[in-house]
């Protein structure tokens, strides 16, 4: 079995893995197993929109207000949290995303992976920084848990995975050996935190 690593969604250096010394695999959910067109599509378009309807002002003017908003948040608990957009948008986070969950699909390869890797015995687990109301959408349409031995949320946990925090409440919940243990994301800083959690 190959992972490839890339820079974009193209394809590029396959790297052989030495599955021998690897018992658990912690995985990414969005923009790993799933495809990103679902949550791209209903945060720069779907919550706008809405935001922009819900406080009179235009789409641009909303966009403007939430992108910025976001960066500064960025990283944190908050930025990840329905609970926290609700409040701060006067929206319903769940419907929202709901009215597009047709879009949530597995990246290609994604569930034949998820299903060899339990074919072989690894432990598998989902370490994402989703919303419980994100997981709970996508869930409904590809019961994604079904696949992996756990599923761990930031918000349980509060604390995301750009944080040590997280990888020491992962392993208590979850014990695995970082020595033996693939983790995979497309997020940067939380690889780096992976890695000075001490995961190889």
Same mark, same amino acid.
């Given at each position: 079995?190959?992972?490839?690593t890339s820079t974009s969604d193209t394809l590029s250096s396959?790297?052989?893995?030495?599955?021998?010394?690897?018992?658990?695999?912690?995985?990414?959910?969005? %923009?790993?197993?799933?495809?990103?067109?679902?949550?791209?599509?209903?945060?720069?378009?779907?919550?706008?929109?809405?935001?922009?309807?819900?406080?009179?002002?235009?789409?641009? *003017?909303?966009?403007?207000?939430?992108?910025?908003?976001?960066?500064?948040?960025?990283?944190?608990?908050?930025?990840? *949290?329905?609970?926290?957009?609700?409040?701060?948008? %006067?929206?319903?986070?769940?419907?929202?995303?709901?009215?597009?969950?047709?879009?949530?699909?597995?990246?290609?390869?994604?569930?034949? !992976?998820?299903?060899?890797?339990?074919?072989?015995?690894? !432990?598998?687990?989902?370490?994402?920084?989703?919303?419980?109301?994100?997981?709970?959408?996508?869930?409904?349409?590809?019961?994604?848990?079904?696949?992996?031995?756990?599923?761990?949320?930031?918000?349980?946990?509060?604390?995301?995975?750009?944080?040590?925090?997280?990888?020491?409440?992962?392993?208590?919940?979850?014990?695995?050996?970082?020595?033996?243990?693939?983790?995979?994301?497309?997020?940067?800083?939380?690889?780096?935190?992976?890695?000075?959690?001490?995961?190889?």
């Amino acid at each position: 079995m190959q992972i490839t690593t890339s820079t974009s969604d193209t394809l590029s250096s396959p790297i052989q893995l030495d599955w021998a010394n690897i018992d658990s695999v912690l995985l990414d959910m969005d %923009g790993t197993l799933l495809d990103l067109n679902y949550d791209n599509h209903v945060w720069n378009v779907v919550v706008p929109r809405a935001y922009a309807e819900h406080q009179g002002i235009s789409l641009e *003017s909303a966009q403007t207000a939430l992108f910025e908003h976001m960066r500064g948040i960025k990283g944190s608990i908050e930025f990840y *949290s329905f609970d926290y957009w609700n409040t701060f948008t %006067g929206l319903d986070l769940v419907d929202l995303h709901r009215a597009k969950a047709d879009l949530v699909a597995y990246r290609p390869g994604a569930l034949e !992976f998820l299903r060899w890797l339990r074919h072989q015995g690894k !432990f598998t687990a989902i370490a994402t920084n989703a919303h419980p109301g994100s997981i709970m959408v996508k869930e409904e349409q590809i019961p994604i848990s079904q696949e992996v031995d756990a599923v761990v949320s930031s918000a349980t946990v509060q604390a995301p995975k750009e944080a040590q925090t997280y990888w020491h409440a992962l392993k208590k919940r979850h014990p695995f050996d970082p020595n033996r243990t693939l983790f995979v994301d497309d997020n940067e800083p939380v690889l780096k935190a992976a890695e000075e959690f001490g995961i190889q």
